[in-house]
């Protein structure tokens, strides 16, 4: 997990790049990205994990060439900093580690970007007010000048260096501030991320923050940040296109609220792009009492689908980041080794089922324009209500959590609770928009909101719940009858099974362009459906895979009622070692009904048509842009023993290999397996 023995260096060109170090861009360059985000150049953050003892560029090359072009290649320096020795364990020399794996990057023409640090605990130094360097392992490697655009740190230094380098991610942004070992506050973090997003727009990159939160993290929440940080929120207001804020799901309450200030901080003008952070540690099983269990059995990585559908198609998100968990769910190495055509033994590494069938599938379907990414402008005009969060007195939560019961009685499930007891990340219906609640409306954008409520009045506004959802109701029409999630945006429908114990579930969908009259889908377990409609057809991209139980078909139903005469269907699996669909129709008094049996994604094109009139014809297509590779790198080419081809049988025998760079002793072409740290 960490650059191997280096064996040789070499320049590859004696041409440099950077002719006149140091390489400066100017601020008002902002708007050319080195690598744009946006509705038509949607981004897919794919790990490289130091805890998955990853070599870079085999990682790389399991990415199909489809998407390839749109991902970021995360750089993860995952934390595990042993508190009794005072020391990082994995890996032990972060800087070395990130500048070797990011030449592999560069030099296979790939995006990527460097997380140094999982809550407060970082790999580099965060810097304090004054630009001196904050008390930290890293204390003594580093020089801070009093120079307030970062220009001689290694922040700059990677822009400067690596044409493929797109800027840096923060993870999980709510734990482990002011301890003896790191005691960076997170007022400092933020101090140092202003300067950060500074850097970020001299070079046309971007920092990215993923937040979850816990009940003692309301003060360093999204709404908080801008309300007690000046520096912060000047920086956000000056150069917020520059930054990405993700919702991240590892904590098991909070979802509604973190969801929603997340969106808010997007929606009010505040960063560019939002996207989100998705695997089972956020899960919690659900039992017949309805009551969330600590077990995790039921998840699957199908079970982001929903959340990635929703927030893209209906929110405007642009990013997917993770799995973060790649040993559990993205990437595996065939221990032991390969041997090559010429007898040569190397490591093999390979994606995960689960990861194929699930996330870059449907990434897939963003990337070749099958589902669009709306604008800012129209989730606003969709979205239609706001809150601005003006509570000035009481506790942490009261001044910048959201509205306790805010989404209770609109899509929160049943059973769940509110704020620290909101656990189900599900939503119980698409009829409401989810409602951002934000510091304030930045822009001009910000501003065209048609409802925009001040939080210190929504107790007297909304004297019960049955009060807000009539008010809701007059606002968004009811275009369906559910006991699943559905939900629509123009021509698309996002529905989903939102049953954890896998019931079955369903929805009778009023179809708004088809001239059919309706569409009737049933789920089991795991079921999911995006639905896009048109005047004469119908398409479904239906995906429910179960890699627990991978041969076993599902049954999911879809009934086209209105027919005037019998439709034709086309179908076909797109999935990676997926068990064959068994599909079966029947028509009858203009009811046409698809029996869909799989486990795993299938696309159905339904021809068909009824008698009605007057239909919405307002069919936006995606303009995905093809994303433009970056400048060829021309720096040291490095060559490291980690990644050496053996030949012989002691290519997997006891030899041992010390990784120097990274510091992290450690041998890969040893066919034990190395415990992960916990």
Known sequence: MVPGLLLASAPLSSVNFFPNEPFSITAEAASAMRRPCDPDHPMLIVHIDTWNYADPAKIIETIPESIRPYCVFNISLSINWSSSEHRWLMVQDGYECAKSWLKTCSDMGVWCMVQPASGGQCHFPDYDNNYNIVDSPNKNRYVQHADDDYENTIYAEFFRDYPSFIGFNYSEQFWGFATADHPCTYQQRYQHFAHLLKLCNKYGGYLNINWCANRWSAALNPVAMLKTNTQWREACEKYGQNLQLEKKYTQGSFIEDVESEVLGMYLAGYCGNFGVRYDDTGWTDRSEDDEPLETKDQYRQITGLPIHAERMIMNGATIIDGPELV?????????????????????SWFTRDQYVNSTLNFFEKIVDGTFRIPTRQEVIDRTKYVVIQDVSSGSDHDKYSTYPTLFEGLYRMPGDGNLWDN??????????????????LYDSTAKTFKNQLKQSQLGSR?????????????????????????????????????????????ALLNLQYNTCDTLDVNFNAYGNAIVNEYSDHIDIYANNFDNKAQTTLVTDTFKVNGCKSQPIYTAKDTGRNQTKSEISESYSEGTYTLTVKHNGPV????????????????????????????????????????????????????????????????SPLNCAIPALPT
Do not use: H
């Open 423 to 440: 656990t189900n990340l599900y939503k119980s219906t698409g009829r409401y928009p989810t409602i951002p609640t934000v510091y304030a």
């Open 327 to 347: 040993w559990n769910d993205d990437f595996g190495e065939s221990w032991g080794g390969v041997k090559d055509s010429e007898g040569y033994t190397c490591r």
């Open 462 to 506: 909304w004297s019960s719940i049955s009060a807000k959802q009539n008010e809701f109701n007059n606002e968004f029409s009811s275009e369906f009858r559910a006991n699943c999630y559905a939900g629509r945006y123009n021509n698309t429908w996002v529905t989903y099974n939102n049953d954890k114990r896998g019931g079955n579930c369903g």
């Open 603 to 666: 696309d159905i094109k339904i021809n068909c048509a009824g008698t009605n009139t007057g239909r919405k014809t307002n069919v936006s297509k995606a303009t995905i842009q093809k994303v433009t590779p970056p400048a060829f790198y021309t720096g040291t080419r490095q060559y490291e023993g980690e990644f050496l081809v053996l030949l012989g049988e002691s290519g997997c025998g006891k030899s041992t290999l010390l990784n120097i760079i990274g510091g992290m002793e450690y």
